[in-house]
């Protein structure tokens, strides 16, 4: 087993939502107000291994996003270590750290909001390179062309800007840019939602090439389970903030242990050429504003005991290299 | 049975400064009671235009330039806006995407529900809350009597679309359109959606036209399914059958490339290049650019041809032998 490129270790992150002048003029007067907080990551232990793809999913508001941008640096967690290679990243301060954070980029879901409307093709894959010492000013045309040309673009469009390209090829920029700087590590955050089933699998095709050709290693999230069933070599499966089960994509997809896990694998729409009864899971995505306490699913799971409601299960070990947070693996009688 | 809805021919072209953008362009499709279709295709394909089209909602520069649209045998093409109005809503409902594009945000839902009601039946106030209430209880809205009160920035994505569909409901209408209904909300509120919509539908007889970009969900829900590429239906069939057997080149390479059909990690299978612009579409058979089949012929355009009973593909050379051999 290699060593872990990026580590996880015991991360959480809130946001606070500070009160406004009413309500701190309120609280004056004894109205007793409290600031707004949202626990977005709880306490978030794993690691990822050299040339490995890590899937990340979960439902919307369960803070895989959040997590995402806290792996690639671009969000400091309020608790927990991320390390690269060993080293925290929060020592950003002197150059070689920051050099080597260069090594984890991210790229983002919506190519339109995450390129530069007025800038063209080559300066926003051109310019971080440039920036950061990797090319020199005289080589950068001939690191873009080699660059638009390994995502499949055509390097004589690089002087057009996003809005002239369609949907595929805005995504094929945002990955060209976060390969100019020779990334080890890719955080990709829904990077393929927005796009039509058949470019779709043109862009995951390009992920699995690139990973070949320059060994890179994916933290890969998407909500998206056939997605990541595609392309992961291990699976993290997150509800409201919390990791509830991380094992290897085929014995996830093949037994599930936690009951969310089940639920949300058994609500895939498939192209079973059957039709099929749909079988819900019942209720609705709690608020991460209030969620509910002890195991955070328990008012949607079919499963539940009274000790669900009280007490928050650990995330343990249930078998080599798979975890789950669920007090059933401790009752006799189911292993 | 008598078809619910049927569609012939259809053409909605949009007039514009650079040209004319044949979003819909001569399609045909019938749909029975009680019966799901899905419609099937990429962004910019024309099916949400087609939809529109069914309802009489396609705006300026857009307009219907031909064909005919007949609900129950009646025609709808050409009639005059107060007589449309009467059947939207009424006979005809529809969902969509976005469910505060259906929900007025300033008024409470009661406000909006009884409206909905007493547009199309003299009834009195009470009657219309009482059947608002029992619209809501049906779509699994716990505590209707409150949440009838409440305005829709009170409920969540998936109530949202709960309360769109009730409102859609109100009527018993003949036929629902759901344009991309689920597409904004995640798996687990998708499959309850699913399944309301399923069971509603069943239990009222409503035909219903599932309107999608993904080809899974309609896998599950729809009897048949018609896939639309850059303005016309390119092949229709029991849903079973199409993906099964897939006819057209392109709906084989739709299905082809969704990640589950692979081995894990296996190259997926793609369809070259990208859907055309609707304001530029090639001569002749639009796919042919993309198309592994593609050859001289193809610069013609094909015509609807059927394949035994129930399916029909718009291809010159379409995957008849596997047919044939199954």
Redesign the interface.
Known sequence: MSAPIIAVDNVSRTFVQPLDVAARLANLFGAGMREAVVTAVDHVDFSVRRGEVVGLVG??GCGKSTLGRIVAGLLPPSAGEVRFHGRPIRELADKPARDGMLKVQMIFQDPAAALNPRMQVKDIVGEAPVVHGIVSRAGIAAHVDALLARVGLDPGYKTRYPHQF????RARIGIARALAVEPEFLVCDESVAAL???????V??LF??LRRDLGLTYLFIS?D???I???SDRVVVMYLGRVIEMAS??DLFRQPNHPYAQ??LA????????????????G??PSPLAPPPGCHFHPRCPFVMPRCRVETPALKEIAPGRRSACHLNDEPGRS | MAPVLTVENLKAHFFIRSGVVKAVDGVSFDIAPGEVLGLVGESGSGKTVLGASILGLVDPPGRIVEGSVRLVGEELVGRPEEVLRHYRGRRVATVFQDPMMTLNPVLRIDTQMIEAITAHEKVGGDVARARARDALAAVGIASPDERLRAYPHQFSGGMRQRVAIAMALLHRPQLLIADEPTTALDVTIQSQILALVQALCAESGTALIWITHDLAVVAGLADRVAVMYAGRIVESGPVDAVFARPLHPYTRGLIDSIPSRHRRGDALAQIPGMPPSPARLPDGCAFAPRCPRADAACTVAPLVSGYGAARSTRCWHPHVEVETAA
């Open positions: 439902e919307s369609s949907g595929g090829q039509d089933v058949s470019i779709q699998a043109q995951l095709n699995m090439q909500h389970l056939g997605v069933e595609h392309l994509t085929a639920a949300l609500n895939v729409p498939r192209l079973a050429t059957a039709k099929r009864r749909f079988e819900p899971v019942k609705e995505i």
